[in-house]
């Protein structure tokens, strides 16, 4: 039996499909067997017990060393209130997971001290929140406290716990490390040279620095930027020079001048930056008859290696902008 149907000039049929008897039977054995398999189906997660619901964070007598500890405990009945962290500004108490996110590795907006972050994984000197918490840094923390709070009766044992977790590694909620982020390194954001008491032109936009001759010394100023520290503050600052962009294996480093006072110029991008690092160079003496003289900076701060700046894999465009022509 067939049935056909015509909608908008399109001929469409229609037939009735018959399931083979073989087939039905075929599928009913295997339903049997399905039913009677004496496998048994187990749970690994039968004998879990968890004291959380890591999905909604329904906390149940956490651990008290634990962030899921000191949020229950501390964070949100003690510093998430109104006009405090109440997400106003960080760090945010509202949640856990605010809690956690707006501490660990957060770079603390007021710095008053030696310290890198408002939690520092591993390292409690570091950590700028136990320095608020004890006092050593002001404003101390907290400054109010609700009625319902028991932070006066616990102040010392709630302290030791926060002590406790950033010591062992500022574990999250499921009980993993934070990965370690990686030191900021410093940066070149500009170069630009006086000659006789005039500044320097450069070949097109960011081509090499146009010298006027070899005889009269120029003065080189270089500005660096750092995301975690003073650019005053590195522990090491030295250039040297070549005539040919990738051969300084045997250049000699001499020292950078540092400024106490920055000079401003545009820099790399054409933004005002400022150079707070200069040397005068004695073109007739290091250019040795070359035409163009390439140079390189050598930096360190407290975190990292010395950083060299540009390196043998650098772009070419950047050795071009880091270098003089006669």
């Known amino acids: 039996m067939e049935k056909k149907m015509v ?42 017990v968890s004291t959380q619901d890591t999905v909604r964070f329904e906390l149940s007598d956490p651990e008290p060393n634990s962030i ?20 106003t500004f960080e760090p945010d108490f509202r949640t856990l997971e605010s809690s956690y996110n707006s501490l660990v590795y957060q770079i603390p907006i007021k710095n008053d001290g030696n310290y890198t972050y408002r939690v520092h994984p591993g390292n ?42 950033i010591a062992s590694g500022a574990r999250d909620v499921m009980g993993n490390t934070p990965p370690e982020v990686p030191h900021s390194k410093p940066q070149l954001t500009g170069v630009f040279a006086t000659q006789g008491g005039e500044m320097l032109k450069r070949k097109g936009n960011n081509g090499a620095l146009m010298a006027k001759n070899d005889t009269i010394p120029i ?39 540092v400024m106490g006072s920055a000079v401003f110029e545009r820099g790399m991008f054409g933004e005002l930056v400022p150079y707070y690092h200069s040397i005068t160079v004695d073109l007739e003496e290091i250019a040795g008859g070359n035409p163009q003289l390439f140079f390189r900076t050598y930096v360190k701060d407290i975190n990292n290696p010395i950083t060299e700046i540009p390196t043998d894999e650098g772009i070419y465009a950047i050795k071009e902008y880091m270098s003089i022509e006669f």
């Open 219 to 257: 003065e080189l100023h270089l500005a660096f930027k750092h995301d975690d520290i003073s650019v005053l503050d590195f522990e090491y600052q030295t250039i040297s020079f070549s005539g040919v962009f990738n051969e300084f294996d045997d250049a000699e480093e001499i020292e950078l001048n």
């Open 124 to 165: 409690v000197e570091k950590s700028i929140i136990m320095a608020r918490l004890h006092g050593t840094v002001d404003p101390p923390m907290p400054i109010q406290i609700e009625p319902d709070s028991d932070w006066a009766e616990k102040r010392l044992e709630y302290i030791e716990n926060i002590r406790h977790w």
């Open 7 to 48: 909608a908008r000039g399109w001929h469409i049929e229609m037939k009735k499909f018959r399931i083979p008897l073989t087939l039905m039977w075929v599928c009913a054995i295997f339903a049997i067997q399905a039913c009677d398999s004496d496998d048994e189906i187990v749970n690994p997660f039968e004998d879990v």
């Open 68 to 87: 899921a500890g000191i949020f229950v405990n501390i964070f949100h009945p003690t510093c998430g209130n109104v006009g405090c962290h109440d997400g």
